[in-house]
């Protein structure tokens, strides 16, 4: 195939996994190290990442491995639970009754999904006992009690009619004859009304007892006596309410044995669990205890931690998504391998490898650069020059726009900018674990900064921790030609031979062989007294 062809292909690839069916993602899904083979097995999970990092993809994966083996999958979009958007976030409504109305909406979705995954076309018929347990499942979600006082009063009524009938009556004959008819009539009607009268009000509620127990009465009658719970979009459920959501997930559904469950959810934007001040009570799902596993897909991917995985992965993952497309559009897609897609689309392995450096790790990134670097590149193959061109459109146009839209953030940004790249040359800088910045955590989650590599130690602070971040490739790619370019991720304590400052890019070891990484936000914030 040649590039223009290649190029065509790339602008119709989709950009978001939801808008693809299961057999389309189980085909372009590529794995990251033993990920699959980890949430594939019966132990429930955690997966956390950033927007765009395949969470959904993932979760997809499994669905389809897992249905293959003959297990029922019960998928949820966390979006979609409840009938208003706002419901749950109005403050205006007592956080009990909140919680209460999205365990029992949850609880009532996973109630619908089982239901239809009876009676899809195709799918195997089940007894009279599964069928007994799915309505007490949607018993127990739908449970009502009345706080208060249910008064009866009964009210007799007693009417009385008088009525009166006088008549003339005249009858011509021989003789003439008059009669006289007069009648009294009185009508008594009695009725009696009752009437219902409540002190209090209807609250819902759900008894986590029946709710287990339903959902036990319904593995025990599944295939392989297995119930798989997918959630995605953990994190657009209010962060108040999640506790109390993971609660009941973990006394309803993961005290049953045969029930698993994973959860895909933005870390930082994530409460699985809400323990008492004296530490005595808690409520949701313990880490380690009762969800034994949990992995962060931005640990994976980065081309600083290792770029010769980060570029396989990419290489597979665009190979795999072009040739689904071309299939799709019954276009003839003739090549055989990634390495054959590298050299047909790219000009040289140096202008990929560049590519894969602007995705950050991030393959929804790596689609929308593609894109546009197609779109740019036309009937050529994609070069180097390209690449950056279309890496610094994409950062503007989306995670640019994102960032101004707070202006505290863009702020922050800019310093950021200013401080490392301008100020030290470099891309890289260390947090401290101990700092939890919201402004941070919104760089963060909107892909404009990337963490590398965490829980880290610094020859600057000694028995401190830090988290290693870099700046998002469109920070500083226009730079990458001027004066002001940077020179590695970090500085290195070590010079070079003529006595000019070293950068690196992975320190070998640890990172103690870095100086003037650690960036002090209160430095920021002093300057900036009003964000």
Not at 18 to 46: C, M, Y
Not at 154 to 161: D, P, Y
Not at 390 to 415: I, P, Q, T
């Given at each position: 195939?040649?590039?223009?062809?290649?190029?065509?292909?790339?602008?119709?690839?989709?950009?978001?996994?939801?808008?693809?069916?299961?057999?389309?993602?189980?085909?372009?899904?590529?794995?990251?190290?033993?990920?699959?083979?980890?949430?594939?097995?019966?132990?429930?999970?955690?997966?956390?990442?950033?927007?765009?990092?395949?969470?959904?993809?993932?979760?997809?994966?499994?669905?389809?491995?897992?249905?293959?083996?003959?297990?029922?999958?019960?998928?949820?979009?966390?979006?979609?639970?409840?009938?208003?958007?706002?419901?749950?976030?109005?403050?205006?409504?007592?956080?009990?009754?909140?919680?209460?109305?999205?365990?029992?909406?949850?609880?009532?979705?996973?109630?619908d999904?089982?239901?239809?995954?009876?009676?899809?076309?195709?799918?195997?018929?089940?007894?009279?006992?599964i069928?007994?347990?799915?309505?007490?499942?949607?018993?127990?979600?739908?449970?009502?009690?009345?706080?208060g006082?249910?008064?009866?009063?009964?009210q007799?009524?007693?009417s009385?009619?008088?009525?009166?009938?006088?008549?003339?009556?005249?009858?011509?004959?021989?003789?003439?004859?008059?009669?006289?008819?007069?009648?009294?009539?009185?009508?008594?009607?009695?009725?009696?009304?009752?009437?219902?009268?409540?002190?209090?009000?209807?609250?819902?509620?759900?008894?986590?007892?029946?709710?287990?127990?339903?959902?036990?009465?319904?593995?025990?009658?599944?295939?392989?006596?297995?119930?798989?719970?997918?959630?995605?979009?953990?994190?657009?459920?209010?962060?108040?309410?999640?506790?109390?959501?993971?609660?009941?997930?973990?006394?309803?559904?993961?005290?049953?044995?045969?029930?698993?469950?994973k959860?895909?959810?933005?870390e930082?934007?994530?409460?699985?669990?809400?323990?008492?001040?004296d530490?005595?009570?808690?409520?949701?799902?313990?880490?380690?205890?009762?969800?034994?596993?949990?992995l962060?897909?931005?640990?994976y991917?980065?081309?600083?931690?290792?770029?010769?995985?980060?570029?396989?992965?990419?290489?597979?993952?665009?190979?795999?998504?072009?040739?689904?497309?071309?299939?799709?559009?019954?276009?003839?897609?003739?090549?055989?391998?990634?390495?054959?897609?590298?050299?047909?689309?790219?000009?040289?392995?140096?202008?990929f490898?560049e590519?894969?450096?602007?995705?950050?790790?991030?393959?929804?990134?790596?689609?929308?650069?593609?894109?546009?670097?197609?779109?740019?590149?036309?009937?050529?193959?994609?070069?180097?020059?390209?690449?950056?061109?279309?890496?610094?459109?994409?950062?503007?146009?989306?995670?640019?726009?994102?960032v101004?839209?707070?202006?505290?953030a863009?702020?922050?940004?800019?310093?950021?900018?200013?401080?490392?790249?301008?100020?030290?040359?470099?891309?890289?800088?260390?947090?401290?674990?101990?700092?939890?910045?919201?402004?941070?955590?919104?760089?963060?989650?909107?892909?404009?900064?990337?963490?590398?590599?965490?829980?880290?130690?610094?020859?600057?602070?000694?028995g401190?921790?830090?988290?290693?971040?870099?700046?998002?490739?469109?920070?500083?790619?226009?730079?990458?030609?001027?004066?002001?370019?940077?020179?590695?991720?970090?500085?290195?304590?070590?010079?070079e031979?003529?006595?000019?400052?070293?950068?690196?890019?992975?320190?070998?070891?640890?990172?103690?062989?870095?100086?003037?990484?650690?960036?002090?936000?209160?430095e920021?914030?002093?300057?900036?007294?009003?964000?």
């Amino acid at each position: 195939m040649n590039s223009e062809d290649l190029n065509k292909i790339s602008l119709s690839l989709s950009k978001r996994a939801e808008s693809n069916d299961d057999e389309h993602l189980a085909r372009t899904f590529v794995s990251v190290g033993n990920i699959p083979t980890l949430l594939s097995n019966n132990d429930s999970a955690i997966i956390f990442g950033r927007r765009g990092t395949g969470k959904t993809h993932l979760l997809s994966f499994i669905n389809k491995t897992i249905q293959d083996s003959g297990s029922v999958v019960i998928s949820i979009d966390m979006r979609t639970i409840g009938s208003s958007s706002g419901l749950y976030a109005d403050s205006s409504i007592p956080l009990p009754e909140r919680a209460t109305r999205l365990l029992r909406d949850t609880a009532n979705a996973v109630y619908d999904r089982i239901i239809e995954s009876y009676t899809n076309p195709g799918t195997q018929k089940y007894g009279i006992d599964i069928v007994k347990a799915i309505d007490k499942l949607a018993d127990a979600a739908a449970e009502v009690k009345v706080e208060g006082q249910v008064n009866n009063e009964i009210q007799a009524i007693t009417s009385l009619n008088d009525e009166a009938n006088f008549g003339i009556g005249i009858k011509l004959k021989a003789a003439p004859q008059l009669d006289l008819n007069l009648e009294d009539k009185l009508v008594t009607t009695e009725s009696q009304t009752t009437k219902r009268a409540v002190t209090g009000r209807a609250i819902a509620r759900i008894n986590f007892g029946s709710l287990s127990a339903s959902v036990s009465n319904i593995v025990a009658n599944m295939p392989n006596k297995r119930l798989w719970l997918l959630l995605d979009e953990w994190s657009e459920v209010p962060i108040d309410l999640q506790p109390y959501l993971a609660d009941m997930i973990r006394r309803g559904f993961l005290s049953v044995r045969g029930v698993t469950a994973k959860f895909a959810a933005i870390e930082h934007r994530s409460s699985f669990r809400k323990v008492s001040d004296d530490g005595l009570m808690s409520v949701g799902i313990e880490l380690g205890a009762d969800v034994s596993t949990s992995l962060n897909l931005d640990d994976y991917m980065v081309f600083e931690n290792d770029p010769h995985a980060a570029s396989e992965f990419f290489s597979e993952m665009l190979f795999r998504h072009m040739k689904a497309s071309a299939d799709k559009d019954g276009v003839e897609f003739d090549l055989k391998n990634r390495a054959e897609l590298v050299n047909s689309m790219f000009t040289q392995k140096d202008a990929f490898d560049e590519f894969v450096k602007a995705s950050e790790g991030v393959p929804r990134d790596a689609i929308n650069i593609l894109s546009k670097c197609a779109l740019k590149a036309n009937k050529d193959k994609i070069s180097t020059p390209t690449v950056r061109d279309s890496a610094r459109n994409w950062f503007m146009s989306s995670k640019h726009n994102d960032v101004s839209s707070r202006n505290s953030a863009y702020k922050l940004l800019e310093w950021i900018v200013q401080e490392v790249i301008k100020g030290r040359r470099a891309r890289g800088f260390l947090l401290n674990v101990k700092s939890r910045d919201s402004l941070i955590d919104f760089l963060f989650d909107n892909r404009v900064i990337h963490l590398i590599k965490r829980s880290i130690s610094s020859k600057e602070e000694p028995g401190e921790k830090f988290n290693a971040f870099t700046l998002d490739y469109g920070c500083y790619v226009e730079l990458v030609n001027s004066s002001a370019a940077p020179r590695g991720l970090f500085e290195a304590i070590e010079e070079e031979a003529n006595g000019a400052n070293k950068f690196i890019d992975v320190p070998q070891t640890d990172y103690r062989s870095i100086r003037r990484a650690v960036l002090n936000l209160d430095e920021f914030y002093s300057k900036n007294l009003t964000v």
